[in-house]
């Protein structure tokens, strides 16, 4: 159980464009799903903390109008990056609060790689 | 602000041999603290956990120890195989904050 899928895994797209990034609780009901960002060799810096219908909370230096997130129900919660520049490209990863064998802890999504042109 | 922190970017160890992964931390407010172990190109998978009230727990093949007096975690693999080889993380987490924040990360490359 407490599995978290995330759509698409990888993802090549022009300067300028917006790409969405799904994240999906597959086997549980999240009400709170995290946004992560990951550098190549680096650790995950936490980018926002979505919640289920309401506005997501951003970390500090997170350009909500760039990334804009979207809870729409227990099981998912998209990320847009919007107008994607060469900067942008990274692996994002979602994660969902959930409870399997009666521990409540955070599961990860598999990632999506983004590149862009 | 609060920090984690692992001692070395590195560890190489024969397969079969002990690995010990380090971990410090600042935030003595910090309260739940878990191991994530990533491998290339995936995301971070759970291994093990620990509240603030132990000082030890165990899983299977893996061990967690707390210090809390130095601000101190450590993750020990028992007879570490080649499939263990990942990125290994610390993360801090605090009840009420319900977020993970994660260390820099431990690369374990285990020889066969």
């Known amino acids: 159980g407490a599995v978290v899928s995330q759509h698409p895994s990888r993802v090549i797209c022009k300067s300028g464009t917006s790409v969405k990034i799904e994240c999906r609780s597959l086997?549980?009901?999240?009400?709170?799903m995290f946004w992560y960002r990951q550098f190549p060799k680096k650790s995950l810096m936490l980018m926002a903390t979505?919640?289920?219908?309401?506005?997501?909370?951003?970390e500090q230096g997170v350009e909500k109008d760039k990334f804009l997130i979207n809870h729409a129900s227990l099981t998912l919660s998209t990320l847009t990056v919007t107008s994607a520049h060469p900067e942008d490209s990274s692996f994002y990863i979602c994660?969902?609060?959930?409870?399997?064998?009666?521990?409540?802890?955070?599961?990860f999504g598999p990632g999506t790689r983004l590149l862009v042109l | 602000g609060e920090s984690v922190g692992l001692h070395l970017p590195t560890l190489s160890v024969q397969e079969g041999d002990n690995s010990i992964i380090n971990c410090a931390y600042s935030?003595?407010?910090?309260?739940?603290f878990i191991w994530y172990k990533q491998e290339s190109g995936k995301g971070p998978q759970f291994i093990i956990d620990?509240?603030?009230?132990?000082d030890k727990r165990q899983g299977q093949r893996v061990t967690v120890l707390l210090n809390k007096t130095v601000k101190h975690l450590s993750l020990q693999i028992a007879a570490t195989q080649p499939g263990d080889s990942a990125v290994y993380f610390c993360?801090?987490?605090?009840?009420?904050?319900?977020?993970?924040?994660f260390g820099d990360g431990t690369t374990l490359t285990v020889k066969p």
């Open positions: 994660s969902a609060r959930g409870s399997a064998g009666g521990r409540e802890t955070q599961y």
């Open positions: 086997d549980f009901q999240a009400t709170t």
């Open positions: 979505s919640n289920e219908g309401s506005k997501a909370t951003y």
């Open positions: 935030n003595s407010a910090s309260d739940y």
């Open positions: 620990i509240r603030s009230n132990m």
């Open positions: 993360a801090e987490n605090r009840a009420n904050a319900g977020k993970s924040t």
